[in-house]
């Protein structure tokens, strides 16, 4: 992790996020008399070029903030829709019995991150749109080192990528997988981003952007239509909060699994913080099993509202949280069967000098999506759509219109009703226990943000390709604590220090006395700040 820019002693604005490169496009937006959304935005699309696994043009994105002038929590929901013609009995009758992870089939869902970008410019953005998109287009077209991360999840899809990427893929130049730190471009991206710049964000649903897209979709067997991205818009909602020990914690509403969050920290207040202690055998095997609760109602209940009546009000209720906790034991771990689920995501928060904060996420899915990146445009396409089920009755089952059940989910803390924390994470399951362990960590131990974020983690889950429901532990974790658990039925798996499995994490705290930022060191990342 580096620091963009040396810190004052009281820093009042902040940008962070999993690449260096990124953090220091929002800080000039900054420096420029941009706020916060304004930072946002170009972080965004400066991560789109230097981050292109994890995120881009062609994934979906959710933003929680605050505006300070008028004292409002906002919320924006930028995912995209499965197409019209999208339904069960397309895939049914290609003997198929899940959706595919790759590949045209896999693009179900129109990208709706590009769409939250413009609404969220329109209603509190500074600058000017084409001004915001410049940092990117700068990286993409004169070259940036290409990083670990992006060397080494290239290498992993690259059959993916040169089978549903076209000639002249700019993620495998000449062909070739680039090495880390190698200086690479992404002419085509660049051209897209100016076409933005100049257009707007609607030419990526209705101009001559969402015509390229669908044409080379349609060419590759996929489904969706001009129609399913014309339609397309990104939706503002009402955050949702409960409280935690005085402070407000809030989160986006379904289809995300923000509410899970909340739930936890419903069970955990029960119980006394300074009794259980942090580290501890206790403080792990609680947490999990909190996880456990919050994740059986999740794949109970977890959907597109507009299809799927969810008690949500009963579910993040105290009462609720009170009978739920009744259900745990701290002598023994039970056991719960969860579904495979990704992870490739980017995280980023900014706090600016008037008070207004952003907490926003955006993903691919996969790493590189479906693989699908439609030529002379330079981005892959998501594969979001594939988490739907072909099972009628599940309550993420596939139709027409409807969106997909989401793991992204931003966080924020309000204390007295102004922000006190921004935080969040990449890694899909892993979402909302790595928010947990930053939230227990911060709000009941008092670690600062980076302290909280360089505590060893864990991920209890099936992810990442996993075979089996286990709980994965990095070896910073002492032996005798993962042994004690494993005596209370946790079935353990030995993890690496600073696994990247765990995620990417990154936290702003907004202090009296400036900010205070958290930074993952399993990132490419870095604190930039005013």
């Known amino acids: 992790m580096a620091l963009v820019s040396a810190p004052s002693a009281t820093p009042s604005a902040m940008v962070v996020c999993p690449h260096y490169l990124a953090s220091t496009a929002g800080l000039n937006v900054l420096s420029q008399g941009g706020n916060a959304v304004d930072a946002a935005i170009a972080t965004q699309a400066a991560l789109s070029v230097v981050y292109p696994a994890m995120t881009g043009l062609g994934g979906d994105g959710f933003w929680l903030g605050y505006q300070a002038s008028s004292g409002q929590l906002y919320g924006l929901n930028g995912s995209g829709r499965a197409g019209a ?18 590949g045209p089939q896999a693009v179900i869902t129109v990208p709706g991150g590009v769409s939250a970008w413009g609404e969220m410019h329109q209603r509190f953005g500074r600058l000017p749109w084409a001004d915001l998109l410049q940092p990117a287009i700068a990286l993409a077209e ?31 130049p000449e062909g070739e997988v680039p090495t880390a730190g190698s200086q690479v471009t992404n002419l085509p991206l660049g051209k897209t981003l100016r076409r933005l710049a100049v257009a707007g964000s609607q030419d990526f649903y209705q101009g001559e952007i969402a015509e390229q897209i669908v044409g080379y979709l349609s060419a590759l067997g996929g489904w969706l239509t001009r129609d399913d991205f014309a339609h397309h818009s990104a939706t503002w909602v009402e ?10 914690v809030c989160q986006l509403p379904p289809n995300t699994q923000g509410f899970t969050v909340l739930q936890m920290l419903n069970v955990l207040e029960g119980f006394n913080p300074h009794t259980i202690g942090h580290g501890t055998t206790d403080y792990y095997h609680l947490l999990v099993e909190a996880t456990k609760l919050a994740f059986a109602d999740r794949d109970r209940w977890l959907s597109d509202p507009d299809f799927t009546d969810i008690p949500l009000g009963e579910l993040i209720s105290k009462p609720y949280g009170d009978r739920r906790r009744a259900r745990l034991s701290m002598a023994v771990a039970q056991g719960y ?12 928060a900014v706090v600016d000098g008037e008070g207004n904060a952003v907490s926003t996420i955006q993903s691919l899915y996969f790493d590189f999506g479906s693989g699908v990146v439609p030529p002379e445009l330079g981005f892959p396409l998501q594969n979001r759509g594939s988490l739907f089920s072909l099972a009628p009755n599940h309550p993420n089952a596939l139709e027409p219109g409807k969106r997909p059940f989401h793991t992204l989910m931003p966080g924020l803390v309000l204390n007295d009703s102004r922000p006190y ?17 930053l939230l227990t960590r911060m709000l009941d131990f008092g670690y600062a943000p980076q302290a909280a974020i360089d505590l060893p983690r864990w991920l209890w889950g099936r992810t990442w390709g996993e075979a089996s ?39 702003i705290q907004l202090n009296p006395d400036g900010l205070l930022g958290g930074c993952d060191r399993r990132s490419e990342g870095a604190i930039a700040c005013l």
């Open 85 to 102: 013609s999208c339904d069960r009995d397309r895939f049914t009758s290609l003997g198929l019995t899940a959706i595919p992870q790759r």
């Open 142 to 172: 004169q070259g940036y080192p290409c990083s670990k991360s992006q060397a080494r999840w290239t290498r992993a899809n690259a059959e993916f990528l040169r089978a549903y990427g076209g000639e002249n893929n700019p993620f495998l």
């Open 239 to 248: 955050p949702i909060s409960t409280t935690y020990r005085g402070h407000q």
């Open 337 to 348: 069967p969860t579904p495979e689920i990704g992870g490739d995501t980017v995280y980023l």
């Open 421 to 437: 924390l921004v935080l969040g994470t990449m890694g899909g399951e892993g979402q909302p226990q790595t928010q947990l362990a």
């Open 469 to 507: 429901t286990r709980l994965a532990m990095e070896n910073r974790i002492p032996a005798e604590v993962r042994q004690a658990l494993e005596q209370r039925g946790h079935q353990i798996t030995e993890a690496p220090a600073w696994a990247e499995q765990m995620g990417h994490a990154h936290a």
